[in-house]
């Protein structure tokens, strides 16, 4: 802790408000103070000498500088939230006159947060691994990027996911998550089409004789179970044939899941349980997705945009 920064005055005022007025628990209050230091460490340095002397476009370049430096895109998102947390109590304790944070619904802002396909993206990505080959890794390559969108799966997720997942009767997949939680998420018609190919047609012909008993759903072609390793490069197959210039990763299909769910009528709650997540907050970066491509789309079009 560098108690020589003047910016670290009113963050212990602050942490004790979260334990006395908030109740959060130690490890909730351990991260706030840890985000909320690491944005004065880089205030102070840029020549920031209070938190009165900061711009909304200060704390911007805080969020910047992290996207630059290849912070995951929640963890970003979490030092927004205690950023504003902290700012409002700023202002609430008379420490700051005004509360800039309320001026970072910045279509600057929303540059770090999770990119996601277009729809015809998201089928260029698809259509990358042929249906109609003989080759078995290319009907199994297809239904994962299937399961990646139609169920907003996790890497890790879809390559760990066993056999007795799939219930074909109720059209769901029962899927274990982050802290070994259990969720059931529902499989799309195209995805469940080509699941029950590729398990009737091509996982025999990938397990052989010797990964007749591999509880895994997809396997290698030597019968053993997919590593999240691999899911990676069948993505980054997937992105070269289909020619799409843009950063393409696995979980950039879960963040087109969720933001076409959203786009199309889904309410936040039904996305957070189909996502798995504990946190509504961590759902609701998409939102900030949505208004910002209303926004683009907005000024495009109408004639006073």
Known sequence: MNQSNPLYRGIDYFIEHLTIERGLSANTRSAYRCDIEAAADYLFASGK???????YDDLLDVLDDMRERNF????????????KMFFRFLTSEELISRNV?????????WKILPEFLS????????????????DPLELRNRVILEMLY??????????KLPMRAVDFDEEVIRVTGKGSKTRVVPIGKPALRLLKRYIMDCRPALAGEKGLTEPALFLSNHGRALDRERVWQVVKIAAQ??????????HILRHSFASHMLANGADLRSIQELLGHSDISTTEIYTHIESSRLLSIHRKFHPRG
């Open 49 to 55: 000498r209070s938190w009165e002397d900061c711009s």
């Open 72 to 83: 995951e895109s929640s963890s970003i998102a979490r030092h927004l939230v205690a950023i």
């Open 101 to 109: 944070t309320e001026e970072m619904d910045s279509p600057r802002l």
């Open 119 to 134: 729809e015809q993206e998201v089928s260029r990505l698809l259509n990358a691994f042929s249906t109609r080959s003989d």
């Open 150 to 159: 139609s169920s907003g799966l996790r890497v890790s997720e879809a390559a």
């Open 241 to 250: 044939r289909s020619g799409i210039r843009k950063n393409i990763y696995p």
